[in-house]
């Protein structure tokens, strides 16, 4: 009698395990948390600040793309906001005009703007500063409003990025911390910047304690609305940023996406009906 097993006959195939998501912001944002950030539109038009308005109106679109946010023609942030990027335009400031048109392509992945091809090689040129840890939001905002400029760099360049950030050689705040990392994501979608579960563990801690700052009256703190915009939206945005399996972007505008097995399927932040406009 041949006892010899055959081992590879008997293994039970191993079940796929469901990945988790570090953060989820549809699950994790409250209603009530969804209900401030609109509040804060609310007096954003109100005061007509079209550049606030427009930052947290693209934070809102990263956390959930289903959002019903954006700003058409019609809309009384429209004028403003096409005036300063004429301006910038005009004034060749292009790390002011990628902040604004940024915005814009979040909000709208059809918003464009006309540019000569000067003006684009302009916005090229912002990529020849290298190893400027302080330039990484120009470039993840030059990216998403022109991923046709993007120069390609060595992954050598984007690993000494990487090492300062991880080391946390700016600042040793998880904040800051979570900014450049998603900077990072934004400005070379394709580099896999490390991150470790302490990293997630600091970064919710920020979170959470901004969370907690909001259960306070408003009126007691001067500062509630700056912990809110600043800390609490920011800081989530940033988490969306990193969690995502796979960043793209193209002319068709910024994509998070994520595995089936995590229960995300890809999400495509924009394209919201103009009977939502607000």
């Known amino acids: 009698m041949n006892e010899r097993m055959n081992i ?12 988790v998501r570090p953060f989820d912001p549809l699950k994790e944002i409250t209603q009530g948390e969804w209900q401030k950030m ?3 539109l609310a007096i954003m038009r109100e005061e007509r600040d079209s550049q606030e308005y427009a930052q947290l109106g693209a934070n809102m679109k990263i956390l959930n793309p289903e959002e019903g946010f954006t ?26 005009f990628v902040q604004t048109a940024a915005l814009m392509k979040i909000i709208d992945p059809s918003f464009s703007f006309p540019l000569s ?3 684009k090689e302009d916005i090229s040129q912002l990529w020849q500063t290298k190893r400027d840890i302080y330039k ?8 998403i409003f022109y991923p046709e400029g993007r120069r390609r760099w ?26 450049f990392a998603s900077n990072l994501r934004l400005a070379c979608p394709e580099y896999d910047l490390p991150l470790t579960g302490s990293d997630w563990v600091a970064m919710r801690g920020d979170l959470d304690s901004s969370r907690a700052a909001l259960k306070q009256d408003p009126n007691d703190d001067p500062d509630y609305d700056q912990i809110f915009k600043n800390n609490f939206v ?3 945005v940033y988490m969306t940023i990193l969690a995502a399996d ?6 068709e505008g910024l994509q998070l996406i994520n595995s089936p097995e995590s229960k995300n399927l890809q999400t495509k932040v924009g394209a919201i009906p103009d009977s939502l406009q607000l």
């Open 154 to 179: 060595d992954r050598s360049e984007w690993e000494y990025y990487a090492s300062i950030i991880t080391n946390r050689q700016v600042d040793s705040s998880n904040w800051t911390f979570a900014q």
């Open 246 to 251: 796979r960043i793209e972007i193209t002319d």
């Open 234 to 236: 920011n800081m989530a």
């Open 71 to 96: 700003i058409g023609r019609s809309t009384w942030a429209w004028e403003p906001l096409w005036n300063d990027l004429a301006h910038s335009k005009e004034e060749e400031m292009w790390e002011g």
């Open 136 to 143: 990484l939001h120009e470039l993840a905002r030059a990216n």
């Open 8 to 19: 590879r006959r008997m293994q039970v195939p191993e079940q796929k395990k469901e990945q």
């Open 38 to 40: 609109r509040d804060e």
């Open 117 to 119: 091809e000067k003006d």
